[in-house]
């Protein structure tokens, strides 16, 4: 079946493909995380509080697997279309996780886990998806409606840096439960409903199945969380979700609609950017963690954990909202 042809069969305009999809993600998820969580508990793969966390007890991780599994046993079957594409997208996940797995063993043994091997895998990660096919080409010219095409060397810096980039905001957007899954499955949908507003089937299935397994995860996160996604689960999901973006909502853009995944993405991206420039100006690491983030400074505005999710939820959904008028409009 090739990527055209994922979704012929609709009940009332909505493709069944995708809400097979959805359902399996997200039942693989929720069926998972409580073996897994066990398992976590059995061979002492926890989060241990530190002054950074706002969690007193420890807390299992491995809900990356779950999310890794929903998400890419539903792709694999209901794509039915092996080719260098998705062999380009297991292969650079599989890195993302691995990697992630290793960073996230390390910090249940209270160590931090070198930036410099993670950054050198995770791009390496990225490097893959691009010559596997999936590229930032260029943009379109408005009104001429042709496409200026970038020169290859501008399309790999532009690919790495987005696919590089989201999959780092999406991780240091993961401080409270329930948080970064739900900002995620926010910008999934946001993405989803893009991808079906310019026919994209392929960016629409991946976008769907991301939105299962998010939801799934929220279900064990949720306050007080029963289980951690760590490192792995959250680099993943912004792998993800920067692949969608550049097989979807950058197809073809416009100078004007290349902001449409911006601000699908938007929360994460711009608390990022602040958190960068502010860690460079006060001489500290771009990379070393600590408590600048959004949601770190709400609370020490005097939100509580949950008022703070909530409040970037809704910040979430207004980006996202302002990206689907901006598709619209232009």
Request: aromatic share 10%; charged share 15%.
């Amino acid at each position: 079946m090739k990527r055209q042809q994922i979704a012929k069969l609709s009940i009332g305009g909505l493709t069944i493909v995708y809400v097979i999809g959805f359902i399996v993600s997200l039942v693989i998820v929720l069926a998972l995380i409580p073996p897994l969580r066990k398992l976590a508990i059995r061979v002492d793969f926890v989060d241990r509080p530190t002054h950074r966390k706002i969690h007193k007890e420890p807390v299992p991780h491995l809900a990356s697997i779950a999310i890794f599994l929903g998400f890419m046993v539903p792709y694999i079957v209901l794509t039915g279309h092996w080719d260098k594409e998705m062999a380009g997208i297991v292969a650079g996940s599989l890195l993302i996780l691995g990697i992630g797995m290793i960073d996230d063993w390390y910090k249940t043994k209270g160590k931090d886990f070198a930036a410099l091997p993670k950054t050198l895998v995770q791009v390496g990660a990225a490097v893959i998806v691009y010559y596997s096919g999936i590229s930032f080409e260029g943009i379109t010219v408005p009104f001429a409606g042709h496409m200026v095409v970038f020169p290859e060397w501008l399309q790999f810096i532009l690919t790495i840096l987005w696919i590089f980039g989201v999959t780092t905001v999406i991780n240091f957007m993961d401080g409270l439960d329930g948080l970064s899954g739900g900002v995620a499955a926010i910008s999934a949908l946001t993405l989803f409903i893009v991808a079906i507003a310019k026919g994209q089937s392929h960016s629409a299935i991946m976008a769907v199945l991301l939105v299962g397994v998010t939801l799934g995860y929220l279900r064990y996160n949720k306050p007080p969380a029963k289980i951690y996604m760590g490192d792995a689960g959250a680099t993943f999901i912004g792998f993800m979700l920067g692949i969608i973006a550049l097989d979807g909502a950058f197809k073809q853009v416009t100078v004007i609609s290349i902001l449409v995944p911006v601000l699908a993405l938007g929360v994460p991206i711009f608390d990022n950017i602040y958190v960068v420039i502010k860690r460079y100006r006060d001489g500290k690491p771009v990379y070393k963690a600590d408590r600048s983030q959004l949601h770190y400074r709400l609370l020490s505005w005097g939100l509580s954990p949950k008022q703070a999710v909530v409040f970037i939820y809704l910040l979430s959904a207004c980006l996202s909202l302002s990206s689907i008028i901006l598709m619209l409009i232009s």
